[in-house]
């Protein structure tokens, strides 16, 4: 039976699930950038733009404490984190190419290794996705196998209707379980027409073809020819959805200090610069191409997933414009 | 070119305005690449979206022939002339496509024995302004989508240029919002001021866009990547954020042309030149020096006279 729900009553509904002691976090205007942040209160939700960074701070936080050591009458103590004190969490209003972002990363997070920071807030998580009727001149969910109304990685998915109401869909036992746990917010009812998505101007890639041409120009001129303007910075990787680099750092004296794991980028000169001064990407160009490398053709031969979400985020920040929807329209186009 | 001669104030400039800069470039930019004065160009391109544009490098009378200026070309295309990005261009005598504030930052790295005068062709744009982060890309700019650097802009011709495209327009009665705010925070009690900047920093990512894009981050060691041992926390936390913020401001003062380009690049908002200007002022009333106007030999901060001011020594 489909269900709808008011905008009202999704305000009211993250008003409960405060009072539930839940963590929730959804779209909220912070200065002067929305952002995912906690909500304090329904009201606090804000559906009017996508948020500068993406949700995947939520499961993969910019910077986080792993461990803490102190020396004691002598000896050194380590204390872990204790993981189970990570909180319930709801993320509310996440649109595809954020909600569909952690179903890329569990694969990474679970691989050789079981990252259990991540996969603990995964498995204490529920994600409320939202059509996305938004958009502009960035967005290419569809060319990287989203759509504005993909359900893949949300638990429950809603679509804007025109009355201001939001049609239900439960994708998840979690989703399901946080509509019947709440179900007189929910009412019975198809409501009325969606509102309408966004055309967008970069909406298919063969991404079969795509990864082919990587695999046989590892060099190319094409490399220095889009990325010599690169400047090295990080902002591509840090807002994008679904780039997952992290370093680690102690950081304290050597008596009293903390193990600190925090976001890394490509972009970065120091990024894979071996301790004897050595690095194999060298220079930027081969940075940046480590970038598409690992989106389009790594990513995809070990866990047979696209590590990119169409977003558009690393597009509308690129202090230089480098413009990665462009890029893929150049290779997509090429006959050899 | 005589673009001293006159200057009009409008409400608009309209695309016709930077389409004739744009012309004037590329013809310069072919002919010196044709009669090999340079080796490379650097300029802008238009990008994919609407009403982008994009730092180019340039090698070819062919790809000279499509470069453009738009109010989109808001970077300030010296940072590639820099060490910071040694390699990139080839060596010998480069074009510069600069506006009057990009100029500044030439002076300040000619200052400062990065580069060579004798070793630029700069084509200067008189730059009617650019537009601001995520305003409206119509072709035309207004009041309504003008940087906020360029509505108290002093710079618009490009002093110095070895040629100057554009005829000098500027938008009539632009407010001064950085001068305001500027104003706003001095007026603030210190703990509010304090309060203000730490709500900033802590959004701050450490993407360190700021520092590369800076003409005058040049450091082939930034003091904030070392790690053995570690100077300033680069995990993107409140204090290792605020530390780096605040060393950068000091490290630019004396040197910084006010470009703006760190706070244009910030993906968090954080309102950087608002430092960068507070130390320029700072500069001003103690040495009544201002970075980048022209090429000086040296600059207040890396010199000693015995009647410089000590009265901040308490």
């Known amino acids: 039976m489909p269900q709808i729900i008011t905008e009202q009553n999704l305000r009211n509904l993250i008003d409960l699930l405060v009072k539930e002691a839940k963590l929730v976090v959804g779209p909220k205007l912070s200065g002067s950038v929305v952002l995912y942040e906690p909500l304090a209160a329904g009201s606090d939700l804000t559906l009017d733009a996508l948020p500068r960074r993406s949700s995947k701070e939520l499961f993969f936080p910019i910077c986080e404490d792993i461990l803490s050591y102190k020396r004691e009458n002598g000896a050194m103590k380590v204390t872990d984190v204790d993981r189970s004190k990570f909180p319930e969490t709801v993320l509310i209003g996440a649109p595809p190419c954020d909600a569909g972002s952690p179903a890329i990363l569990d694969a990474v997070m679970s691989w050789d290794y079981n990252d259990e920071f991540y996969?603990?807030?995964?498995?204490?998580?529920?994600?409320?996705?939202?059509?996305?009727?938004?958009?502009?001149?960035?967005?290419?969910c569809r060319a990287v196998g989203l759509a504005p109304d993909a359900e893949g990685g949300s638990d429950l998915f809603l679509t804007p209707l025109k009355d201001g109401?939001?049609?239900?869909?439960?994708?998840?036992?979690?989703?399901?379980?946080?509509?019947?746990?709440?179900?007189?917010l929910f009412a019975d009812g198809a409501g009325t027409e969606p509102v309408p998505f966004v055309d967008q101007a970069v909406e298919k890639l063969d991404l079969v073809k795509i990864k082919k041409w990587l695999e046989e120009h590892f060099e190319d001129p094409l490399w220095e020819k889009i990325a010599d303007i690169c400047v090295g910075c990080g902002a591509c990787a840090f807002i994008c959805p679904a780039c997952h680099c992290f370093d680690i750092n102690?950081?304290?004296?050597?008596?009293?200090?903390?193990?600190?794991?925090?976001?890394?980028?490509?972009?970065?000169?120091?990024?894979?610069?071996?301790?004897?001064?050595?690095?194999?990407?060298?220079?930027?160009?081969?940075?940046?191409?480590?970038?598409?490398?690992?989106?389009?053709?790594?990513?995809?031969?070990?866990?047979?997933?696209?590590?990119?979400?169409?977003?558009?985020?690393?597009?509308?920040?690129?202090p230089v414009g480098i413009d990665i929807a462009e890029i893929l329209e150049t290779i997509n186009g090429k006959e050899d | 070119m005589n673009a001293k001669a006159s200057k009009t104030h409008v409400t608009c400039i309209e695309p016709a305005y930077y389409e004739a800069i744009t012309e004037a470039i590329r013809k310069e930019a072919v002919q010196i690449l044709k009669d090999e004065t340079v080796?490379?160009?650097?300029?802008?391109?238009?990008?994919?979206?609407k009403g982008t544009a994009s730092p180019a490098l340039v090698t070819t009378a062919e790809e000279?022939?499509?470069?453009?200026?738009?109010?989109?070309?808001?970077?300030?295309?010296?940072?590639?002339?820099?060490?910071a990005k040694k390699g990139v261009l080839k060596k010998g005598k480069v074009g510069i496509v600069a506006k009057g504030c990009d100029m500044r930052a030439l002076a300040g790295l000619i200052t400062e024995s990065q580069l060579?005068?004798?070793?630029?062709?700069?084509?200067?744009?008189?730059?009617?302004?650019?537009?601001?982060?995520?305003?409206?890309?119509?072709?035309?700019?207004?009041?309504?989508?003008?940087?906020?650097?360029?509505?108290?802009?002093?710079?618009?011709?490009?002093?110095?240029?070895?040629?100057?495209?554009?005829?000098?327009?500027?938008?009539?009665?632009?407010?001064?919002?950085?001068?305001?705010?500027?104003?706003?925070?001095?007026?603030?009690p210190q703990a509010e001021r304090w309060a203000f900047w730490k709500e900033h920093f802590s959004r701050c990512i450490r993407c360190m866009?700021?520092?590369?894009?800076?003409?005058?981050?040049?450091?082939?060691?930034?003091?904030?990547?070392?790690?053995?041992?570690?100077?300033?926390?680069?995990?993107?936390?409140?204090?290792?954020?605020?530390?780096?913020?605040?060393?950068?401001?000091?490290?630019?003062?004396?040197?910084?042309?006010?470009?703006?380009?760190?706070?244009?690049?910030?993906?968090?908002?954080?309102?950087?030149?608002?430092?960068?200007?507070r130390m320029a002022k700072e500069l001003k009333e103690l040495y009544d020096f201002e970075a980048g106007l022209n090429p000086v030999e040296k600059g207040p901060l890396n010199q000693y006279k015995e009647d410089d001011d000590q009265s901040f020594i308490k």
């Open chain 2, 64 to 83: 000279a022939g499509k470069l453009i200026f738009s109010p989109a070309c808001v970077n300030n295309l010296s940072v590639y002339l820099t060490k």
């Open chain 2, 209 to 277: 866009a700021c520092r590369q894009v800076c003409p005058f981050c040049y450091c082939e060691q930034c003091l904030c990547d070392k790690n053995r041992p570690q100077a300033v926390e680069s995990s993107p936390r409140p204090a290792g954020n605020m530390a780096w913020h605040l060393v950068r401001a000091m490290h630019l003062a004396g040197r910084c042309g006010g470009c703006a380009e760190c706070e244009r690049v910030c993906p968090m908002d954080i309102p950087l030149n608002l430092l960068n200007r």
């Open chain 1, 165 to 184: 109401s939001y049609a239900c869909k439960a994708v998840t036992d979690k989703g399901q379980a946080l509509v019947a746990a709440h179900q007189n």
């Open chain 1, 119 to 140: 996969l603990e807030r995964r498995r204490k998580s529920t994600i409320v996705g939202i059509a996305c009727t938004k958009g502009d001149d960035a967005c290419f």
């Open chain 1, 250 to 318: 102690d950081e304290g004296s050597t008596d009293d200090g903390v193990r600190r794991k925090h976001w890394d980028a490509c972009g970065f000169a120091k990024f894979t610069n071996h301790a004897s001064g050595h690095n194999p990407r060298d220079v930027q160009n081969k940075r940046y191409r480590n970038r598409i490398m690992h989106k389009f053709k790594y990513y995809d031969d070990k866990f047979g997933k696209t590590l990119c979400t169409g977003c558009g985020r690393c597009i509308r920040a690129c």
């Open chain 2, 116 to 188: 060579q005068r004798e070793e630029l062709f700069i084509i200067g744009v008189v730059c009617p302004g650019v537009y601001g982060f995520g305003a409206e890309r119509t072709g035309t700019l207004t009041e309504a989508n003008i940087a906020r650097k360029c509505r108290e802009c002093s710079v618009h011709l490009p002093d110095g240029a070895d040629v100057a495209a554009g005829t000098h327009t500027e938008l009539a009665d632009l407010t001064p919002e950085e001068a305001e705010e500027m104003a706003r925070i001095e007026a603030m």
């Open chain 2, 39 to 49: 080796v490379g160009v650097v300029g802008y391109l238009p990008g994919r979206r």
